[in-house]
C-alpha cells in the first residue's frame, strides 16, 4: 500500500523552527519529485516547496524563501522540510505530495499521492 506520512509539525513560537518530515512507504521516491504544500482555514492550499528527482532542483515559493529548506535522504525514503525562522502567518496544515514528473513540479495536479498532513501552529 503506498503511503507518504508526515511528521513533525506542532506549536513553535515566532521565530522558531520545525524540521517536517515526509516517509514514504508502498513505493520507492527515488524518482519522484517531491512537494510540500500547506493549507491554512478559509485560504486555497499553497505550494510551498518541491525538490525534483534528477539533479535535487528546488522550488521555494515567495513566502517562504530563505527560511525554509527542502531535502531528500533516498536512503531513508524520506523528504524533509527545514523551517526556520517562522511566522504566525506560515500556520498551516502542511502535506507532502509526490509526482512522477522529475523535474520540480508546482502544480498540484500533477501529484499523484499525498499524505494526509501534519500542522504547523506558530503563536506565542
Known amino acids: 500500500q503506498v503511503q507518504l506520512v508526515e511528521s513533525g509539525g506542532g506549536l513553535v513560537q515566532p521565530g522558531g523552527s520545525l524540521r517536517l518530515s515526509c516517509a514514504a512507504s508502498?513505493?520507492?521516491?527515488?524518482?519522484?519529485?517531491i512537494g510540500w504544500f500547506r493549507q491554512a482555514p478559509g485560504k486555497e492550499r499553497e505550494g510551498v516547496s518541491c525538490?525534483?528527482?534528477?539533479?535535487?532542483?528546488?522550488y521555494y515559493a515567495d513566502s517562504v524563501k530563505g527560511r525554509f529548506t527542502i531535502s531528500r535522504d533516498n536512503a531513508k525514503n524520506t523528504v524533509y522540510l527545514q523551517m526556520n525562522t517562522l511566522q504566525p502567518e506560515d500556520t498551516a496544515i502542511y502535506y507532502c505530495?509526490?509526482?512522477?514528473?522529475?523535474?520540480?513540479?508546482?502544480?498540484?495536479?500533477?501529484?499523484?499521492?499525498w499524505g494526509q498532513g501534519t500542522q504547523v501552529t506558530v503563536s506565542s
Open positions: 505530495a509526490a509526482s512522477p514528473i522529475r523535474t520540480v513540479v508546482i502544480s498540484p495536479y500533477d501529484y499523484r499521492y
Open positions: 525538490i525534483s528527482s534528477s539533479y535535487g532542483s528546488t
Open positions: 508502498g513505493f520507492t521516491l527515488d524518482y519522484d519529485a
